[in-house]
């Protein structure tokens, strides 16, 4: 009978010990995604060029509420993510949202923030589907 209780005993203990952390929104939207990034730059005459680039990227949790969404080889993103799914840059603008869990969709400018790499007459559009 003692057996049973401390057999039972440390059976209590180790599912305490083991217990998960909340429930992070976030992690629905981590994963590997098929990015698809439209460059647009505006030239002083008012000549707008367009480039397109395909990336086979990831977004996974960073700290308390943040995302970082890695669209290019050696391009990536912090941003803010609340739960609805709706995502702002590091000046706390709407930039976009994961309109579920397997699609994203954003889009990056200097104008709205200084953003490393990207000017005041730039702007990167960035969708991604995310695969399974």
Known sequence: MKKQIVLLLMIAATLIACEKSPFDYRNKYVGNYNF???????????????????????????????????????????????EEGNVYNSCDTYIGRFESESRFQAVLSGQSCPTEGIDENSSIAIVGDRKF
Do not use: C
Request: proline share 0%; glycine share 6%; net charge neutral.
């Open 36 to 82: 698809t990034n439209v460059y647009t730059n505006v030239d002083s005459a008012g000549t707008i060029s367009n480039a397109t680039t395909a990336y086979l990227g990831r977004a996974k949790t960073d700290g308390e509420n943040k995302m970082i969404v890695q669209f290019e080889a050696n391009k990536s993103q912090s941003l803010r993510i609340d």
